[in-house]
């Protein structure tokens, strides 16, 4: 390997590079005409959900969705597999197979070694071989800042779609990922992670959501989305909202990264975590015990995260188990009440 060059700092001044906050994204989005009515159109920009999705003919419809970001960890093959999972995550969360994928490259391919683009074409391509997908195509731009992801297109029948909406009272809610990955990945710019916590964070994001996704199809799911830079909260607010019901979370319970806390006491909170938090801060009430950190952890920006689950009350257990014996790491970590509809309370 060739690679000395650290990725993660070749980010350029006056943007993070991540996520355009769910704020700004409202007032640009209001400015706009509503979109064109299309009675095939299922899934659309309105409910926040993870893809688009288009109905072909009775049993078919299209799952469309597209992800790139600046790298987040210096390693090049595995910021490959990482935005590669991100990206293919989406069509998991809609109850959809994903089928075909297309590459988005923007590289500094004149001051930068060619097999670091490489390395990360090669990352994605083992990604998208083990979920089954095939490479169609892509589109690369020379740019002074690097940047990874994929279109990825999948199929799904228009009566099992999955979406956001649709939680039940009395559903208990299981995550398939542990959260603090923006949180983590803020601390490997900083240096603050050893090289096997750096190896723990990149493999959580570069884990597909394939196996989840497959053991939830076989239950009775009222609901789902994927984690990712809304954070825990901000999707849970989402889901609250689409399915008219209150999100009870246990903090306890929630699947939290090694050493999170004590990077984000110091300071390892990514702006967009902070951003993600005031948004839903409204939204969301915290027993006594939680701290502002505890808080901002809830909220913290996730890249390429598990799959929120709002699964029947009855089942839940029996997903969780299925999902733990295939090596997932679920937890229920909540359930959905009547309470105040589009809101959430942790204890
Ligand atoms: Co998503
Ligand atoms: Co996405
Ligand atoms: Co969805």
Not at 1 to 9: D, E, G, Q
Not at 65 to 89: C, E, H, K, R, W
Not at 281 to 305: C, H, M, N, P, R
């Amino acid at each position: 390997m060739t690679n000395s060059v650290k990725l993660t700092s070749l980010t350029t001044k006056g943007g993070c590079g991540c996520k355009i906050g769910p704020a700004d994204l409202d007032q640009v989005l209001k400015m706009l005409p509503p979109v064109q009515a299309d009675p095939n159109l299922l899934v659309g920009l309105e409910t926040g959900d993870d893809a688009g999705v288009y109905k072909l003919n009775e049993t078919t419809a299209l799952v469309q969705t597209l992800d790139f970001f600046t790298p987040i960890v210096d390693d090049p093959y595995s910021f490959g597999q990482i935005a590669a999972a991100n990206a293919i995550s989406d069509v998991y969360a809609m109850g959809g197979t994903p089928i075909t994928a297309l590459n988005i490259v923007a590289f500094p391919i004149s001051s930068l070694d060619k097999s670091i683009l490489a390395d990360i074409l090669r990352g994605a391509s083992d990604k998208l071989t083990e979920a089954g997908v095939t490479l169609v195509g892509g589109h690369s731009i020379d740019d002074q800042e690097p940047k990874f992801g994929l279109a990825v297109t999948g199929t799904v029948h228009p009566d099992h779609i999955k979406t956001n909406a649709g939680a039940k009272p009395g559903d208990r809610l299981i995550l398939t990922k542990p959260i603090g990955v923006g949180i983590s990945t803020t601390s490997i710019k900083r240096e603050l992670l050893t090289k096997e916590e750096i190896d723990r964070v990149s493999k959580v994001m570069a884990t597909l959501n394939k196996t989840a996704a497959e053991t939830m199809n076989n239950y009775q799911v009222h609901a789902c989305t994927d984690v990712t830079g809304f954070g825990l909260l901000g999707h849970a607010v989402e889901m609250a909202k689409e399915s008219n019901v209150e999100i009870r979370i246990t903090k306890e319970q929630v699947p939290i990264l090694p050493r999170v806390r004590e990077l984000a006491e110091h300071g390892a909170i990514p702006g967009g975590t902070k951003n993600n938090f005031n948004h839903i801060k409204d939204k969301v009430t915290f027993a006594e015990q939680l701290d502002q950190i505890d808080q901002w952890i809830l909220a913290d920006a996730v890249t390429s995260g598990g799959l929120l689950i709002a699964v029947d009350k009855e089942q839940a257990d029996k997903l969780l188990a299925d999902l733990q014996n295939q090596k997932v790491e679920a937890a229920i970590i909540g359930e959905v009440t009547e309470g105040k509809a589009g809101f959430i309370s942790v204890v």
